[in-house]
């Protein structure tokens, strides 16, 4: 299983301290067998979580040049118009992706384009479904524009339990439809905000995975700009 870069130190040191513990309870407190082999299967449970958080799954990504690929793996759970009032000002459809601790937290570009907003807004830690969280939150703002012309952006937003999240666009970088664009760690939210007219796929309560699932089309033609 591949360990994906932000997770690298985070695995080495979950597995120095879990050793340690096992050797620790072991030859310190001299712990009955039974209670030493629990507790050893306690630590080895609490390691494989660490390490499933961190995976990066090797996939065959999607392709397709008028389609809005998820941008991570979760469960949607908005999908409506809204009036997004950071960048466009104007109604657009807004999609909501859940990410929890079980889910791969490496998120991905929706389309091809540039990079032609970045903005970080450092912000509370509320619960990544609380309706304010998207506003209120620490949160990375991405805007990026087709080929053809259509903007679109991607939200990365901080939860109660994600305390980190890693970004790995700038402005004016050429991207490609599911390459990397970051990584949030310990669970949260990526929101996406695309042009209205934008046939959508998905609904609240799908299960969707980042790179692969098709999320919606674009319009054949657009005035959402920044």
């Given amino acids: 299983m591949k360990i994906h870069k932000e997770g690298r130190k985070i695995v080495a040191l979950a597995a120095l301290i879990t050793l340690g513990l096992a050797a620790g309870s072991y030859w310190l ?5 039974w209670m030493f082999c629990m507790a050893c299967l306690l630590l080895l449970v609490l390691f494989t979580g660490v390490v499933l958080f961190f995976r990066s799954p090797k996939r065959q990504l999607s392709r397709d040049d008028r389609a809005i690929i998820s941008p991570a793996d979760g469960k949607v759970i908005m999908v409506g118009e809204t009036i997004e009032e950071e960048v466009f000002d104007r109604a657009v459809q807004k999609l909501s992706i859940f990410m929890s601790p ?3 937290h490496l998120n991905r570009v929706p389309a091809d384009g540039k990079v032609v907003l970045y903005r970080y807004h450092p ?6 479904w609380h309706p304010k969280s998207s506003r209120l939150n620490e949160r990375n703002t991405i805007v ?3 080929p053809g012309g259509i903007r679109f952006l991607v939200r990365q937003i901080a939860g109660m339990v994600a305390r980190r999240i890693v970004c790995y666009c700038h402005e004016g970088k050429q991207v ?4 990397e664009l970051g990584f949030i760690k310990f669970g949260s939210r990526v929101d996406l905000y695309i042009p209205l007219g934008s046939t959508i796929h998905v609904k609240p309560g799908d299960h969707v995975k980042g790179g692969i699932t098709t999320l919606a089309h674009f319009p054949s033609s657009s005035k959402s700009r920044v």
């Fill in 29 to 33: 407190f001299a712990l009955p067998q």
């Fill in 102 to 104: 079980l889910n791969v």
């Fill in 123 to 128: 912000g509370k830690y509320l619960v990544a």
């Fill in 144 to 146: 990026f524009e087709t």
């Fill in 176 to 179: 490609r439809q599911g390459e």
